[in-house]
């Protein structure tokens, strides 16, 4: 019998988050036992995955953008044919074969927006991009701010506070069934409380529990301060967007796991497991899109 | 007191960072110490970010106090980007306040 030199991940479809965290710390370039598995490949292995969400996607794709900076060559080994068709569909063989295969071109599936490498350069362009897509595509007549603002604050909050090593990834879906956008960024940076308590030393105030911390973040005005023009406002943004739209989000960062639930009740959740930056996954449910209306009446501001 | 319209396209491709902002900013500024009102408009722009505004409507406020915005007007806007504008400024009064 041989013994494989090229390590084999198997992707699945988890649906619990501390399981999750586990898998991708486990399988991680930084993990990777050369001396077991010399050859710099890894296969990819789908045959137990049955139901990939956007949530498994993005944190998928920082985990091979890991390999393939260490120039490792990545292939997928095994799928399904309904897996292999949703892989397909968004150019996610393509953007295994090379990260820098990233580009924009329209998916074959129009409920899919494809991966993207996060880049500061392009991210104004791809919010644009994405929110006109979807409007476009399934929401004609309808005014898609929410979307494009949340990913814009979200986006700016990765180059603003992440410190990732490797840059970060967004991916949206829209959810027919349950008539939802699923947009997901996600980075492998220092993470939300981190970045919170790194700035509270900064100003000789107390280290906060990584919840409290996280929290803290999302107060309106509190800003790590990373840049000058940070003023603490993004967060509340985006919060209020969801709860306009009754929407989801979720936050695992760190070890800290936030969710702010359809009617408002928020659940903050401290775990063992650490996830190597942030991750963010925010539901909008589409049925109270605003309709889109451009007003010529001069408007005052004060 | 004269006016001045800006269309923002012109200046900037969107309304989305700090950059963009900064852009609006430098014009705007031009614009009040030139002894101009300002009309705004926002055709072709349909999502905003804060960070725009932190660098734009922000900065101006902290230079000139926020008694500055009621020099400045806005046309040719989505209704979304209208409410997201005065919640913006809705926020910067009650925290000033506070």
Known sequence: ?302 | MKTQKIILKDITNSALSNADGIQLEVVLNQAISDGYSVIISFQGISVMTTSFLNSSLGNLIDKYGIEILSNIRLVDYTSTIASFIKKYISDIKSLSTS
């Not at chain 1, 084999?8 to 930084?30: A, C, G, M, P, Y």
């Not at chain 1, 490498?117 to 979807?134: A, N, P, Q, W």
């Not at chain 1, 930056?277 to 501001?301: A, C, F, M, Q, R």
């Open chain 1, 1 to 302: 019998m041989t013994i494989s030199k090229i390590k084999t991940i198997h992707v699945v479809d988890f649906n619990n988050v501390e399981t999750h965290v586990k898998w991708l710390n486990s399988n991680r370039v930084q993990n990777h036992n050369y001396r077991a598995f010399p050859a710099k490949a890894i296969y990819l292995d789908f045959s137990l995955s049955r139901f990939l969400k956007p949530y498994h996607i993005a944190p998928l794709a920082c985990l091979i953008h890991e390999y393939q900076s260490k120039g490792f060559k990545i292939k997928i080994s095994k799928t399904i044919p309904r897996i292999k068709d949703y892989l397909g569909s968004f150019g996610f063989d393509r953007f295994c074969d090379s990260v820098t295969e990233t580009g924009l071109e329209d998916p074959r599936d129009q409920k899919t927006f494809p991966l993207w490498l996060i880049r500061d350069e392009g991210k104004e362009f791809y919010t644009i991009r994405v929110k006109e897509y979807f409007e476009n595509n399934h929401f004609s007549g309808h005014d898609l701010f929410v979307l494009g603002n949340s990913l814009g604050e979200l986006l700016n909050n990765i180059f603003d506070h992440s410190h990732s090593k490797i840059p970060g990834y967004t991916f949206t879906q829209y959810n027919t069934r349950t008539n939802s956008i699923i947009t997901c960024v996600c980075d492998f940076g220092i993470g939300i409380p981190n970045s919170v308590n790194r700035f509270l030393k900064k100003t000789g105030e107390q280290k906060l529990a990584n919840d409290k911390a996280l929290e803290k973040a999302f107060e309106l005005s509190f800003s790590a301060l990373t840049k000058p023009h940070n003023r603490g406002f993004g967060w509340d943004t985006v919060i209020g967007n969801i709860k306009t739209l009754q929407g989801r989000l979720l936050i695992i960062s760190n070890n800290t796991v936030f969710v702010l639930h359809p009617n408002g009740k928020i659940n903050t959740q401290l775990f063992t497991s650490n996830f190597p930056g942030t991750l963010i996954v925010v539901t909008l449910y589409t049925s109270n899109l605003p309709l889109k209306e451009v007003n010529s009446d001069e408007l005052d501001l004060f």
